[in-house]
Nanobody, 118 residues
Framework: QVQLVESGGCLVQSGGSLRPSCVAS????????MGWYRQAPGKQRELVAT???????NYADSVKGRFTISRDNAKNTVHLQMNSLKPEDTAVYYC????????????WGQGTQVTVSS
């Protein structure tokens, strides 16, 4: 099992920045990918950004150039630097991690609310 705890979501004005973090604990030795997803009210959960243990990253088109995902392997932490925030970025942001031998969908955190006011 892997436990994930997110922090850093809050209310911010349009154009502002946030840097939520996610700390993983438990069976973390075989983690190969970590990422962020988000779910806005009435919408499906969608990928925001992922990063592999080797540092390869992937971003949703809607956040490219504004968001940066980073990973501190020594601290089992993943960050999401969010700049130039827009009201449409408002959502609950969930941390996800996948490990060898774990469930295909990975493990999920409880989510952190990000609200961007116009």
């Amino acid at each position: 099992q892997v436990q994930l705890v997110e922090s850093g979501g809050c209310l911010v004005q349009s154009g502002g920045s946030l840097r939520p973090s996610c700390v993983a604990s438990g069976s973390i030795s075989s983690i190969y990918a970590m990422g962020w997803y988000r779910q806005a009210p009435g919408k499906q959960r969608e990928l925001v950004a992922t990063i592999t243990s080797g540092g390869s990253t992937n971003y949703a088109d809607s956040v490219k150039g504004r968001f940066t995902i980073s990973r501190d392997n020594a601290k089992n932490t993943v960050h999401l630097q969010m700049n130039s925030l827009k009201p449409e970025d408002t959502a609950v942001y969930y941390c996800n991690t996948k490990r060898v031998g774990g469930p295909r969908a990975g493990y999920w955190g409880q989510g952190t609310q990000v609200t961007v006011s116009s």
